[in-house]
């Protein structure tokens, strides 16, 4: 009877609560959400790996997937990709159509990928040709037609979303989701470090570092709140992993697809998840303690699972959250990139035709033949990085950063960050490839050697975002 009785107080009281966050000058905060199916043709390059393959059919759908938030003075948008990464040229076109279509500032919209390893091939003809065993794409072919209209079937995603624009309530949450992302990167009894060394290496002494096993959820629901159903529009979704679980030939969304589908099977069909990786340049699934093999679409089943679960079991202290201001700024940061000699050029060549000829040359022969290769085409420019932040009220913060932050770089924004729930989001409107916190480069191994910037441009990066933070906190 007494929980009967606390029950009808709570409902009664919704309506007050209601009332409450709509006092006069008060914004009402409005949210629509919408995904649109981008699964490429079959016979596309698929992304993910430094050997080419094609795609020989669908395991699940892709996605582009829209959260659109209006305060009443600002209106911004969130698209989540199934995609490996979102290279500036796309980003800069699917803002261009968002802004024609919706007329959205092209400055206000943020475009993120999963970093899935079973998406297209974004890297251009150019990196495309680069791969062992790649075959040119036809120009007039179904792949092409697929690219060139790419923007636009990203950008109808946000149209979708900002025409179910409803009164919504904001709540979010916290929780942790242990055992389930590890740090990739290991000193080893030689005094070397390593890169994914394998199950149950003797020769592992520990990992490189802490993974960072906190995830965290935004959920946007209808107007009244009704605690009597789990009804809900959108949520966003964030945790720090590398999608790569699948494998295979099969366009898949991995575990970030089974984690959208989970939740939409607890609070309706209709609930869109966008799924917003954190800081995850240094983890992965593998866990090296486990000898059981953990590849396939059942670990993408397996992982979603888990993290739906968590995302469940933090969703009970879930509470309403502030309603605006929405805000949104953004910094382009200049980054002086390293020079290669022309000797260099001429090794990252040679590398890439020893592998297309089939004589070998080694992986990391093929790392840094990539990393010089695209050095050399910067001829000498500086990259332009986009640091880009989307808060809500004084609480809630997405912050962007354009390509596989470290973990330990996203940490430290949060602990940094003068909003409570701050949510790194990478691969996020660019992709400029590895960047790790400044020891690592020291450490050296996979990571390292592949990335394109210096050491110091995490920290950067970092220091511009939590300007930008510290500014949206204390503005009127």
């Not at 409005?30 to 698929?46: D, H, L, R, Y």
């Not at 209006?70 to 290279?87: E, H, M, Y």
Request: charge should be neutral; proline fraction near 7%.
């Amino acid at each position: 009877m007494v929980g009967v009785v606390v029950q009808m107080k709570t409902l009664l009281l919704m309506p007050v609560i209601w009332w409450a966050l709509m006092l006069p000058g008060r914004a009402e905060m409005k949210c629509g959400a919408a995904q649109v199916k981008v699964t490429p043709p079959a016979g596309t390059g698929i992304a993910g790996y430094y050997h080419f393959r094609v795609a020989d059919g669908v395991l699940d759908d892709l996605y582009a997937r829209a959260l659109v938030l209006d305060d009443g003075r600002n209106r911004a948008a969130l698209v989540t990709l199934d995609f490996i990464g979102t290279p500036r040229e796309l980003v800069e076109g699917v803002r261009a159509a968002v802004e024609k279509a919706s007329g959205i500032p092209a400055a206000q919209v943020m475009i993120a990928a999963t970093h899935a390893h079973t998406g297209p091939e974004l890297g251009g003809p150019l990196r495309q040709a680069r791969k062992p065993g790649a075959v040119p794409v036809d120009p007039d072919g179904a792949q092409a037609a697929y690219f060139r209209g790419l923007p636009e079937l990203i950008a109808s995603s946000v149209t979708e979303a900002q025409q179910q624009l409803a009164p919504a309530t904001v709540s979010a949450v916290r929780g942790d989701c242990p055992d389930l992302t590890f740090v990739r990167r290991f000193y080893m009894r030689d005094g070397s470090t390593g890169w994914n060394p394998g199950k149950l290496n003797p020769d592992i002494m520990l990992p490189a570092g802490m993974p960072d096993t906190e995830l965290q959820a935004v959920f946007f629901g209808p107007v009244p709140a009704d605690l009597r159903r789990a009804a809900c529009r959108a949520a966003f979704v964030s945790f720090s992993m590398h999608p790569d679980t699948v494998g295979g030939t099969k366009f898949s969304a991995d575990y970030p697809g089974v984690l959208a589908r989970l939740i939409a099977g607890y609070h309706g069909a209709d609930c869109v998840t966008l799924f917003g990786n954190g800081a995850c340049g240094n983890l992965n699934h593998l866990d090296v303690k486990w000898p059981r093999a953990q590849s396939g679409s059942y670990e993408a089943e397996r992982i979603g699972t888990v993290l739906a679960a968590a995302v469940f079991r933090a969703e009970k202290q879930a509470a309403l959250s502030t309603q605006g201001p929405l805000r949104v700024k953004s910094v382009t940061v200049p980054v002086e990139l390293p020079a290669v000699s022309a000797e260099e050029v001429e090794f990252a060549q040679d590398a890439l035709r020893q592998h297309t000829d089939g004589a070998g040359g080694g992986f990391m022969a093929l790392v840094r033949a990539h990393r010089v290769l695209d050095l050399a085409a910067a001829a000498g420019k500086p990259l332009l990085l986009e640091v880009q932040v989307i808060t809500l009220g004084r609480e809630i913060a997405w912050v962007s950063f354009p390509g596989e932050v470290f973990t330990e770089l996203g940490v430290a924004l949060k602990k940094r960050s003068p909003f409570a729930r701050t949510m790194p989001v990478t691969l996020a409107n660019g992709n400029w490839g590895y960047i790790p916190d400044r020891r690592s480069y020291a450490e050296g191994a996979y990571e390292a050697v592949s990335a394109r910037v210096p050491a110091g441009t995490g920290e950067r990066l970092v220091d511009e975002a939590v300007k930008l933070l510290a500014e949206l906190h204390a503005a009127p």
